[in-house]
C-alpha cells in the first residue's frame, strides 16, 4: 500500500508541475513587459492554489481508480494509469497550446466560446497563419510527449505492489474524499474561483497570467450552460429602443450638495431589506441610527436590489449593472473589466479609494472586481488582536471593520471615497452583543443582528461628527440585496427586493427629504457622479434619480426568472416557461422586461 500513496503523491506533484511550467509558457510566449521580476514570481505562487485544485479533481480521479487496486495486478493497474496520463497530458497541454494565441487576440483566456467553433473548424482555424498553426500543434504535441515520458521514468514506475486487502479499498476512497480541501481551494466559505489568484492592483495580465487555464476552461464549460438565456422576444432594433427610452433622463434639477468634491464613505449594507428598516415601514426597533440619519439628510424610499445575492449587489453598485439571471457577472473577471467602475472615474478626479471587507475577499469574485476597481482593499488579513478572536462565520465583526474604517479616514488624504461592506447582519445572525431583540426564531435573530450592525453604524457617525469629519462628508448608505427571512415573501416578490437609500452628512445642503422616485441599485452610480459633475453616459443601465424626465422604472433578476417595477404594478415572469407568474394583464410592463432582458443578454455575451 505505501508504494501507492506514494504513487498518488508523486502523481499530484508531477501535475502541479505541468500546471507551472503552463504558466512559464505562457509568459514566454505573451512577452508582456509591464511585469516587473517580482511579478513572475508571484505569478507562480499565487497561481499554485489554482493548480492544486486542478490537481486535485485529477487526484480525485485517480483515487477511485486506486479503490480497485487491492483485486488487480500491478500490471494492469499501470497500464491504465499510462492511458489515463496520456490521454490527460493531450488534453491539457492541448487547452494549453490553443489558449495562447487566443489570449493574445482576446485578452482573456479561452473560456466555452470556442466551443461554437467546433462545428466549423474550417472558418475558425481562417484567420490563423499556417505558420503559426504548425508552430502551435508542434508546441502541443512536444509538451505532451516530454511529459509523457517525464510521467513514465519517474512516476509511473513506482507503481509497483502486491495485491492488497478489502480494507485498503476504503483508505483510498477516504484520500478521495479528503481532496475536496484543495479543489475547493481550501476551508473558505468561497469555493475556488479565478479571483483566489488575483494579487496586482493594478496590472490585469499579472492576475490572467496567474489563472491555470486547463481549470478556467474546465469552469467555463462547465458553465457555460447557464450563460445563455437566448431571451429574444423583439426585433433588435426595438428592443435597444425600448431600453435606451428608460435612460434619457436630462440634466439634473435637485442639487443636494454643498461642494463637488466631499469626501465620500459608501455603506454596503448586508441583507439590510426595507422589512427591517424603520423608515420604510419595517421594524422601527431595529435601526434607530438608520432613521435618524435618513431624518438629518435624504431618503430614497422605492429603492430596489437588482438581485438577490451580495455578488449581484455589489457588482450594481460598483459597476451598476443589473443582476443577469443566469449567471454572477463577477464570476467573470474578463466580462468584468470590460465594465465601467464608478470608483475608477472617482480616482480620475483625484480621489483615494480604498473597499473593506472584513472576511473572505475570494467570496463570490470579490477579489477580481475590488482590485480592479480600488486602489487599496483591507481584508479579514489586515486586522489582530480581539478582532481575530471574536470572528465568525463570515469574518471579522461589524465593530471592528467601522473602527478601521474610522481610524483610516483621520489618516486619510482628501478627498477619498472609501466603501464599506458589513458583515454581521448576515446568516447565522450571531453578534458579539448583548440579546436586544429576543426571540429564536429565524427573523428575530435577523432583527436582533441588524440592530448590532445599525448600532455600529451609529457609533462611526458620532466619531466622525466628534472628530470633525462630519461637515465634509457625504455618506451613501445602500443595502447589497433584500430578504424573504423577516415576512416569508415568495422569492419572487419585489417586496423581497425592496431596499434602504439613504444619502447622509454635513457635505448634504439639505435635510429631512425623501425621494420618492422608483428606481435601482445600479441608479447609484448615475446619481452620484451627476451630483459630482462627472459624466456618467459610459453606464448604460444607470439613471440618474435626480434628474428631470426620469423613467420610475426597477428591474431585478434572479435563477430563473425577473421582474419589472414600474408605477402600473409588478410583473414577474419565468424564464424557463416564459410565462408571466405575477401581474398578468400588465401589456406595457411585459413588453419592458422582454426588451430589457434581450438587451442585458446580448450585452453580457460581448
Not at 466551443?115 to 466549423?120: D, G, P, Q, S
Not at 449587489?313 to 443577469?324: D, E, H, K, N, T
Amino acid at each position: 500500500m505505501r508504494s501507492r500513496v506514494l504513487f498518488l503523491l508523486k502523481y499530484y506533484l508531477f501535475w502541479i508541475l505541468a500546471s507551472v511550467m503552463a504558466k512559464c509558457v505562457f509568459l514566454l510566449y505573451q512577452g508582456n513587459a509591464s511585469l516587473a521580476i517580482s511579478d513572475y514570481f508571484r505569478i507562480v505562487f499565487s497561481g499554485l492554489r489554482m493548480d492544486f485544485s486542478l490537481g486535485g479533481y485529477i487526484l480525485l480521479l485517480s483515487s477511485v481508480i486506486m479503490v480497485f487496486s487491492p483485486f488487480v495486478r500491478y500490471r494492469i493497474l499501470r497500464r491504465v494509469f499510462s492511458l489515463l496520463s496520456l490521454l490527460l497530458l493531450v488534453v491539457f497541454w492541448f487547452v494549453v497550446a490553443a489558449d495562447l494565441e487566443l489570449f493574445q487576440n482576446w485578452g482573456y483566456h479561452m473560456d466555452a466560446t470556442v466551443l461554437e467553433y467546433i462545428r466549423t473548424p474550417k472558418e475558425a482555424l481562417a484567420s490563423t497563419p499556417s505558420g503559426l498553426l504548425l508552430f502551435l500543434i508542434g508546441l502541443w504535441l512536444a509538451l505532451s510527449a516530454c511529459f509523457y515520458l517525464l510521467y513514465l521514468r519517474f512516476v509511473g514506475k513506482q507503481l509497483v505492489y502486491d495485491c492488497g486487502t478489502w480494507w485498503e479499498a476504503g483508505v483510498f476512497l477516504l484520500m478521495g474524499g479528503s481532496l475536496i480541501v484543495p479543489i475547493r481551494g481550501g476551508l473558505n466559505v468561497a469555493p475556488m474561483n479565478n479571483s483566489f489568484v488575483f494579487f496586482h492592483k493594478t496590472n490585469m495580465f499579472a492576475n490572467q497570467a496567474a489563472i491555470n487555464p486547463v481549470w478556467n476552461f474546465m469552469y467555463e464549460v462547465e458553465h457555460a450552460g447557464r450563460m445563455g438565456g437566448n431571451y429574444q422576444y423583439l426585433a433588435e432594433e426595438e428592443a435597444q429602443a425600448v431600453v435606451d427610452s428608460l435612460y434619457h433622463t436630462g440634466d439634473t434639477v435637485a442639487r443636494l450638495l454643498k461642494t463637488n468634491r466631499p469626501d465620500i464613505v459608501v455603506l454596503l449594507l448586508e441583507s439590510f431589506t426595507a422589512d427591517a428598516v424603520g423608515v420604510l415601514g419595517g421594524n422601527e426597533e431595529a435601526t434607530p441610527h438608520l432613521n435618524q440619519l435618513a431624518k438629518e439628510g435624504v431618503l430614497f424610499s422605492r429603492i430596489y436590489a437588482t438581485g438577490n445575492r451580495s455578488d449581484r449587489g455589489v457588482a450594481g453598485v460598483i459597476s451598476a449593472y443589473p443582476a443577469y439571471p443566469n449567471y454572477s457577472l463577477l464570476k467573470y473577471p474578463n466580462k468584468m473589466e470590460r465594465r465601467p467602475r464608478f470608483p475608477k472615474e472617482l480616482e480620475k478626479q483625484g480621489y483615494h479609494t480604498r473597499f473593506y471587507y472584513a472576511g473572505d475577499i475570494n467570496f463570490g469574485g470579490f477579489r477580481a472586481l475590488t482590485m480592479m476597481s480600488f486602489q487599496e482593499v483591507v481584508t479579514e488579513d489586515d486586522f489582530s488582536g480581539k478582532a481575530k478572536e471574536t470572528t465568525f462565520k463570515w469574518g471579522v465583526h461589524d465593530e471592528f471593520m467601522f473602527e478601521r474604517l474610522f481610524e483610516d479616514m483621520t489618516k486619510a488624504s482628501h478627498p477619498f471615497m472609501y466603501m464599506a461592506f458589513n458583515m454581521s447582519s448576515h446568516e447565522p445572525f450571531e453578534v458579539p452583543m448583548e440579546t436586544k431583540i429576543p426571540g429564536e426564531t429565524k427573523d428575530k435573530r435577523f432583527l436582533n443582528a441588524i440592530y448590532y450592525s445599525d448600532r455600529c453604524i451609529g457609533e462611526f457617525v458620532e466619531k466622525a461628527k466628534a472628530a470633525g469629519m462630519w461637515d465634509n462628508l457625504l455618506l451613501v448608505l445602500v443595502a447589497d440585496h433584500g430578504t424573504i427571512s423577516i415576512k416569508n415573501h415568495a422569492y419572487h416578490d419585489s417586496a423581497a427586493f425592496h431596499i434602504p437609500l439613504i444619502l447622509a452628512g454635513g457635505a448634504l445642503n439639505v435635510r429631512d427629504t425623501v425621494i420618492t422616485t422608483l428606481g435601482s441599485q445600479t441608479d447609484v452610480a448615475a446619481t452620484l457622479l451627476a451630483q459630482l459633475d462627472i459624466p456618467h453616459s459610459q453606464y448604460k443601465f444607470s439613471k440618474n434619480l435626480l434628474a428631470e424626465q426620469v423613467v420610475p422604472f426597477a428591474f431585478y433578476g434572479m435563477t430563473g426568472a425577473a421582474g419589472m417595477i414600474t408605477p402600473e404594478g409588478v410583473t414577474v415572469m419565468d424564464l424557463k416557461s416564459g410565462k408571466v407568474i405575477l401581474g398578468e394583464g400588465l401589456e406595457g410592463n411585459e413588453h419592458l422586461l422582454k426588451a430589457y432582458l434581450q438587451v442585458l443578454d446580448k450585452e453580457i455575451r460581448q
